[in-house]
């Protein structure tokens, strides 16, 4: 066997670590650090010091304002913002209004809520771009469920909602109370 000196990584590839730059705070060294929120650029003298900025940088956004567009409340042009949650449409006049462009919910058609009898269930997303059904009469009425829900009976146990599943044999009705959660045929 011939002995091969080629070094486990070559010298480029040590010259990376280094190219983050010095710490503004203490002037050590910045290196890139793993967290359980991900990677990041950290000061090599941690814990002394705590200096640390994101790996990318995301791009900063500026509110686009709306062109012919009036605020319902103080009459203030609209504009699209960032915020924790995404993208939405307010106010200009932040501080002082408060208003927010949200999306009218669609009431699905002629699906009363099980629970309260009053509400109708609409779609709605999680924070996370998940859908979930709730009850109109929220917060009074908490009934929730993850499956599109259709009008109809339960055959075994009588319950007023099914809910619509994709399963690997094709869409089946189920029934929406979790005590029973009877298969049936799709009506």
Not at 41 to 53: K, L, W
Not at 81 to 96: A, H, W
Not at 160 to 175: N, S
């Amino acid at each position: 066997m011939s002995k091969n000196n080629d070094p486990l990584f070559k010298q480029h590839e040590h010259a990376l670590e280094k190219e983050y730059g010095i710490c503004p705070d203490c002037g050590s060294e910045l290196q890139i650090k793993n967290s359980k929120a991900g990677a990041f650029i950290g000061c090599a003298n941690y814990p002394s010091c705590t200096y640390s900025r994101p790996l990318v940088e995301h791009e900063k956004f500026e509110g686009q304002v709306l062109a012919n567009t009036e605020c319902p409340d103080c009459g203030n042009e609209l504009a699209v913002k960032q915020g924790r949650y995404g993208m939405f449409i307010g106010c200009t006049n932040f501080p002082e209004c408060h208003f927010i462009d949200h999306d009218e919910a669609q009431a699905l058609e002629d699906v009363c809520c099980p629970k309260c009898a009053t509400g109708h269930l609409v779609e709605k997303h999680n924070r996370f771009g998940k859908t979930f059904f709730a009850c109109t009469n929220y917060p009074k009425c908490k009934f929730v469920v993850n499956h599109p829900p259709v009008a109809g009976q339960c055959e075994k146990c009588g319950f007023t909602l099914l809910l619509r599943r994709q399963m690997a044999a094709g869409e089946k009705d189920q029934c929406a109370d979790k005590k029973c959660a009877h298969f049936q045929k799709q009506s």
